[in-house]
C-alpha cells in the first residue's frame, strides 16, 4: 500500500448530548451520574475516526491505538458537549491527534490519541486467523 496523505492539520468538531447510558454510573466506572471517562474517550475517538475518514479509500478505515486523555471536570448528562480533534502528526499509516472535550466553555478532558490506517479486509482476516490459531 503506498502511503495515504492526509491533509495536515485537519480540525474537525462534533457535537454530542450524552445520556444516561453515558454516565459514571451504568458504564460503571464510578457512582454519580455525570459523563464518563471512558464515554469521553468515546467521544474522542469517534470525533478523530470521522475526521479522517473521507480521506480513505473505500477498504480503509483507521482503528484507535493509543489514548493519554487526562479528564479534568465533570460534564452533566443531557448538556450538549463539543468534541474537537485535530491532526498533528502522521506517520505513514500512524495519525496522532490533539484531542479535547468541552462543556460550555470549561475544558473537561484533553489529551492524545492516535489511530492506525488500515485495509478493512486485511484487518479482519489477520484477526480471523489469530481466532482460530
Known amino acids: 500500500?503506498?502511503?495515504i496523505e492526509i491533509p495536515a492539520s485537519i480540525v474537525c468538531t462534533e457535537e454530542y448530548i450524552p445520556s444516561k447510558i453515558h454516565s459514571a454510573k451504568i458504564v460503571g466506572s464510578g457512582d454519580v451520574e455525570v459523563l464518563s471517562t471512558p464515554s469521553m474517550i468515546s467521544?474522542?475517538?469517534?470525533?478523530?475516526?470521522?475526521?479522517?475518514?473521507k480521506y480513505l479509500p473505500e477498504?480503509?478505515?483507521?482503528?484507535?491505538?493509543?489514548?493519554?486523555?487526562?479528564?479534568?471536570?465533570?460534564a452533566p448528562?443531557?448538556?450538549?458537549?463539543?468534541?474537537?480533534?485535530?491532526?498533528?502528526?502522521?506517520?505513514?499509516?500512524?495519525?496522532?491527534?490533539?484531542?479535547?472535550?468541552?462543556?460550555?466553555?470549561?475544558?473537561?478532558?484533553?489529551?492524545?490519541?492516535?489511530?492506525y490506517i488500515v485495509d478493512k479486509e486485511k484487518f479482519l482476516n489477520k484477526l480471523k486467523k489469530m481466532i482460530f490459531s
Open 1 to 3: 500500500m503506498s502511503v
Open 59 to 74: 477498504n480503509y478505515t483507521t482503528v484507535g491505538i493509543k489514548v493519554n486523555i487526562e479528564h479534568k471536570a465533570p
Open 43 to 53: 467521544f474522542m475517538e469517534a470525533t478523530a475516526w470521522k475526521c479522517v475518514q
Open 77 to 115: 448528562i443531557g448538556h450538549k458537549i463539543k468534541v474537537i480533534a485535530r491532526l498533528i502528526k502522521q506517520e505513514k499509516r500512524r495519525l496522532i491527534f490533539e484531542v479535547k472535550a468541552l462543556w460550555k466553555d470549561i475544558v473537561i478532558g484533553e489529551g492524545i490519541h492516535e489511530r
